[in-house]
């Protein structure tokens, strides 16, 4: 546990002292440490939580999106677990659980990496999808079928649920109609989305639901 | 050696983010501290690191041309930084006697170390806190002071002196301020800063509990000018401050 503890002290104060590139790192309040629930074992969890600004020339550009980071005590010789928290339309996280699909954060993680680097990593992911290997296989589909309404979708997804400074007042109205036919609205919001913005097919789909 | 050209980055680990401590290097040839790498072995739990690589006296040929003692084992390690895979480590004597050799400044109390014995400084060197309340040290830090120091602290409470100063770590007294900061500097900059402050318990608006955190840099920043000079005991420091700050202007 200790070198991992220490890491990310070391790490902590450097994100803190040298940040421009609109990433940001916060210790919890409180308890740093937890045991993992689904285990029994004394092994020690960190849980921090980290945000970044969508990458400028993008849907996500000036939206702030959160993420939840569990350093798990072999860090940093294993890759720390991260999460989405913000609700985003991205191919390669997951529109409904926040998952994220980068190779960084599995084969692919080397010791040397930092939580600043995965935070700089997923800050290059939004700026460049990689539709052929996607966590969310409707959104994926859409960002190689339909560009336009990817980005669409995308930048409605930022401004309701990051900040995003780019309202669709079309995506906007779709939603609300079916939240006035008594539908929850982030549920209506994922089906019209994942439909194409076609309010009958979403409906259809909410009501096998 | 010259102390301002170390650059602290090219003498840490990018595993543990510290200054290197028994540095060895991979193949590729990137380097680490010898108890980080045991994380790097292939297909091993990285934190059973109770286990030790026996060193193997035999030589290898040339592949690591800035080491003569290689570590030979069946071990395969992945880098940190280039994933290349290296049979075994040797290490660096080159870089471990740089460590021992080059020396720069702590970065929170500008104390000169050598790399390695910064290494261990920094765990317990915390950046500078102008004063401590004396109810967050622990007992043992305050020290008995000795019948010479006991004599000077009582004439200073007492206004007859205000122009030398007893040493807050030995018995020595007498010191004027610019001797006394010589001599801290010289004889206990290894020593635990924490300490009152001999000018500020003698002044008549001192606090003789404060214990500043670190004794040195309070002297260097705090006590500037010899009181003697500008004091006129009746006011506070801030007014004599302003007082001096005016008497300099009107000098030049």
Known sequence: MNIAMNRIMKEFKEVVANESNGIELHMPEGELTRNPSNSSSNKKEIYLSGSLLGPPDTPYAGARFHVDIIVVDTYPFNPPKVRFTTKIWHPNISSVTGAICLDILKDQWAAAMTIRTVLLSLQALLATPEPDDPQDAVVANQYKKDRKLFEKTARHWANVYANGPTPEPECDAAVKSLAEMGFDEEKARAALSSMHWNTSDALESLCKA | ?252
């Open chain 2, 1 to 252: 050696m010259d102390q301002t050209e170390v650059n602290l980055e090219d003498f840490t680990c990018s595993i543990c983010r510290e200054i290197f401590q028994s540095p060895v290097s991979l193949s590729c040839p990137h380097t680490y501290c010898q108890s980080c790498i045991i994380g790097l072995r292939k297909h091993s739990d990285p934190l059973s690191t109770s286990e030790s690589i026996p060193p193997v006296s035999s030589l290898r040929s040339g592949s690591f041309s800035h080491s003569t003692h290689v570590h030979q084992s069946n071990q395969c390690f992945v880098c940190a930084i280039c994933r290349q895979e290296s049979l075994g480590y040797v290490r660096y004597r080159e870089l471990e006697n740089q460590l021992n050799t080059l020396e720069t400044s702590c970065s929170n109390c500008s104390m000169i170390f050598t790399l390695s014995d910064l290494r261990k400084h920094l765990e317990t060197c915390l950046p500078i806190k102008q004063h401590e309340n004396i109810q967050t040290i622990p007992g043992t830090t305050i020290r008995q002071l000795s019948d010479s120091q006991t004599k000077a602290l009582q004439l200073a409470q007492a206004g007859d002196n205000r122009s030398t100063f007893q040493c807050p770590f030995c018995p020595r007294a007498n010191f004027s301020l610019t001797h006394l900061r010589q001599h801290i500097k010289k004889r206990h900059l290894g020593e635990d800063q924490r300490r009152v402050c001999p000018i500020c318990s003698s002044m008549p608006w001192g606090d003789k509990s404060m214990i500043s955190s670190n004794i040195y840099q309070h002297i260097k920043n705090r006590h500037q000018f010899d009181y003697d000079t500008y004091v006129n005991y009746e006011q506070d420091e801030e007014a004599m401050m302003r007082e001096a700050l005016q008497a300099s202007l009107y000098n030049q």
